[in-house]
């Protein structure tokens, strides 16, 4: 069997956890639940049963000190920096092609960096599982969440037949990718069946990834192979400045998922959250017995199932249900919360008042 | 006609208004609308008709420094010292020794430090009807403010009948002080007329308040005289607090003027509030076309009817309508703007949890 690898994406900059996520310091670096940030967590779930120098992060040069600081049990060579963001395609095909030097025929299990994911055992089942498919059949792999309400904030996953090779999940080869729905749609989805949510794992050979790539992406894979010229010689860096520069922001499910054949779909039953707002933090966040979560010290009276964190100050919630306070530095947010959503809208105002030191 | 003079009661101490009174700066050293203290206020209205070194003010030791750094045009030995807290009537007591050695004869308008009062020539023009009732009928006067609304927090003056000796502003004999009422007392006040709030300010001859305490409180004059023993001599410091410290606690409503039979009041229609809690401030501070007020920089996302206070940080209200947000260092209230009472139990449950830094 072959070896495996692990890359984990950490790219990504966002606003939905403003104030505490920063131009400087987006989701994956923070940490919501206990002392290990996102991304600290996304690892150590990896090391748990693959060698952390077969562990790569990739990630935006912007974000190389945050990085490194949180990520030191890791080899530094491990990390791959994108010069400039280019969505998930391309920044995986960068990484892989520092993988591909080491070991062409291994397994590279493509992970997000800033997800939740509980139940370790089943998880690492669900990821064996996926491998042996990728492995066996050459397949690209998904790990599909079984969806638990009509969500229209993830893309889906409609599964064909299922498959049994062996693996001890339950696994299936896939129909279609499909964009994020409405709720009716979401709810058509449930009702018949067949349908996961996506969850932005992917596991494949390295050589199979590649050439998908050449495949459905023949301008990217152009683009790679020249950066591939420049990996271990001085030129790398101007090398890959230039050339990544000019390539086509694209991801992999549009760019491969949604066109290519061999691609399978293994059952996430483990517990799954992408975390995109206050709102799913406080759900997932442990609970007093009036449901608030806290995080630092908080007078609540009165206050039922509310959110507040504030590790250095003291927060006193007098009178009000269902809000979320969060204090970072000099920035304070008040939100209902059920507008945990409109985080961005206020990011927007604030960037329109040109008052930049807040975001 | 007599020499006047003003005193200053400035030394509560509250939680109203936690975090921003602290123990180490109540209320009245706090600006709650714009640059000024509500002292400096106090004191600033005085001065347009009073002299400065005719104003005194009387206060805690505690507060010594902050009271000190807010009135530096005030001169020093107007500064009189309550060893200990023992409400209103003896600490106007220690303080009329001082200006009855300077003028006995002298007319003295007493008020308190933290209240809200707007319309300047109308509060001078009561004032001085209040003078001139004192010095001509060596009254004991009181401002009564004309009740808005079955207010159940303040103590309410019932008058008898009016009376005219050329003052400019209606006055009237006083019938009886009553204190605070519920609601459905209240109701019956206003649906009678002739109730007033009770507003605090007191004017009276220095030498009427001291016959007046010799004969209501015959056992606070006798300290009180003996302490005039020591006034200007090396002994006064050690003699002040340890006969002030045997002084029973009374208030001069209680102690006076439910007593006395020469009390009049003079009707006050200047704008008044004793700025109780966080909502009173709201109710006077400036708003914005959705009745929302703000210190510091702040992002109201469908939020109205709101107060924010924090001058060194950005706030976001996201969402919530009548809501308060007050910051102070390392403090954050949010409390719905109808809990603002309920701000002394959350100062309860800080004391409770022994966390005295944030008190």
Redesign the interface.
């Known amino acids: 069997m072959s070896r495996n690898y692990c890359l984990i994406m950490a790219g990504g900059s966002g606003t939905r956890f403003w104030?505490r996520s920063r131009v400087a310091k987006p989701k994956q670096y923070l940490s919501l639940f206990g002392d290990q940030s996102l991304i600290q967590e996304s690892v150590q779930r990896f090391a748990n049963f693959i060698p952390e120098d077969c562990i790569y992060v990739v990630s935006a040069k912007s974000q190389k000190e945050v990085l490194e600081s949180q990520t030191t049990n890791l080899p530094k060579q491990n990390m791959i920096y994108e010069p400039v963001g280019k969505n998930t395609l391309p920044a995986i095909g960068l990484a892989a092609l520092f993988i591909a030097e080491k070991d062409p025929e291994g397994i590279l299990i493509v992970s997000p960096s800033d997800h939740l994911i509980q139940n370790f055992e089943l998880f690492r089942q669900t990821i064996e599982s996926a491998v042996l498919i990728a492995d066996k059949k050459d397949g690209i792999v998904t790990i599909g969440i079984t969806p638990k309400f009509p969500a229209t904030g993830y893309g889906y996953v409609q599964t064909a037949g299922e498959i049994q090779i062996g693996q001890a999940i339950k696994s299936f080869a896939v129909n279609q990718f499909v964009e994020k729905p409405n709720v009716e749609v979401a709810t058509g989805y449930l009702k018949d069946g067949g349908f996961f949510w996506n969850s932005g794992i992917f596991i494949f050979k390295v050589s199979v990834f590649l050439e998908s790539v050449q495949k459905y992406a023949p301008e990217l894979y152009a683009d790679l192979m020249q950066i591939k010229e420049h990996i271990g010689t001085d030129t790398y860096e101007e090398a890959v400045d230039r050339i990544y520069n000019e390539v086509k922001s694209i991801s992999i499910d549009y760019g491969i998922l949604e066109k290519a054949s061999n691609v399978f779909l293994v059952q996430g039953d483990f517990v799954w959250n992408d975390l995109g707002s206050w709102e799913e933090v406080y759900k997932y966040d442990k609970k007093d017995e009036n449901q608030n979560a806290q995080v630092g010290?908080v007078?609540f009276?009165?206050s039922k199932n509310s959110y507040v964190y504030?590790p250095?100050?003291?927060?006193?919630?007098?009178?009000?249900d269902d809000?979320i306070?969060v204090?970072e530095g000099?920035?304070?947010?008040?939100?209902?919360r059920?507008?945990a959503e409109?985080?961005k809208?206020?990011v927007g105002?604030?960037t329109k008042?040109k008052?930049d030191q807040?975001l």
């Open positions: 104030p010290e007078v009276l009165d504030a250095n100050s003291l927060v006193a919630v007098v009178g009000l809000v306070v204090q000099d920035t304070i947010l008040v939100c209902k059920d507008r409109d985080i809208a206020v105002e604030i008042r008052l807040y």
